[in-house]
């Protein structure tokens, strides 16, 4: 598994608990994947937040200093680089504003084992509120409609959408590239109509029920997990 981390000292403002932060972040990963599997997208980054990302991979040659300024571009070139794996390797997609139980790569694999194209680690609680409340527009009565699978170490849903941290195999990836681009083309990457469509065309995405990862926003922090002991 090639975990590829979009590290930026910007970002878009949002209320977060006080370990969520690029220093806690990065650790975290790096320590649940292994500096060895991580290549960092540092975009207008600052000398100590470089110095971190160096401190969290394995050789100089995965630190990919850009200047583009916004999500959307440093997908992109995630993309890219992303394609250059083989066909079968698994892509993790990483935000820097997110925490993972230590058995993350192992619910990865277990994902791709139900034929899912897609893998995120986040259980997004907004799929448990209605919509009319400002939970996801799918939601109704407390939940979507869905399919529910067990694992060896977990149960999975099939969901509508999740965020722009999920995981993918190359092969898939090359299949579905003229999504992803369509959805990534402007600053802000339109993750929610990026997978409607994709499951429009099949390519279903899992996530694991309760969440192995959180995103950081404090209002959205996946639920029945004290992500502040992780």
Not at 97 to 113: N, V, W
Request: charged fraction near 25%; charge should be negative; glycine fraction near 6%.
């Amino acid at each position: 598994m090639k975990v590829i981390y979009r590290l930026s000292d910007a970002g878009y403002k949002k209320e977060k608990p006080e370990y969520i932060n690029n220093k806690l972040c990065l650790e975290n990963a790096s320590k649940v994947f292994g500096k060895e599997n991580i290549t960092i997208i540092c975009d207008n980054c600052s000398t100590e937040t470089q110095a971190l990302a160096a401190m969290n991979t394995d050789c100089s040659t995965c630190i990919k200093q850009v200047s583009i300024g916004h999500g959307a571009g440093t997908f992109n070139l995630a993309l890219d680089l992303a394609k250059t794996y083989k066909d079968d390797d698994i892509i993790y997609f990483l935000e820097n504003d997110y925490l993972h139980k230590p058995e993350s790569p192992k619910i990865i694999e277990e994902g791709f084992s139900l034929g899912a194209s897609f893998v995120a680690l986040y259980d997004h609680p907004d799929k448990y509120l209605d919509s009319r409340k400002g939970g996801n527009p799918y939601c109704e009565g407390g939940g979507e409609d869905t399919r529910v699978y067990l694992t060896e170490s977990c149960h999975w849903k099939i969901t509508n959408s999740t965020t722009m941290t999920f995981a993918a195999k190359v092969s898939t990836l090359k299949r579905v590239e003229p999504i992803l681009r369509k959805w990534t083309s402007e600053t802000h990457p339109n993750d929610f109509k990026m997978f409607l469509e994709l499951r429009e065309k099949g390519e279903l995405l899992v996530t694991p029920i309760p969440g192995y990862a959180t995103h950081g926003e404090t209002a959205w922090l996946a639920p029945l997990t004290d992500w502040s002991k992780i």
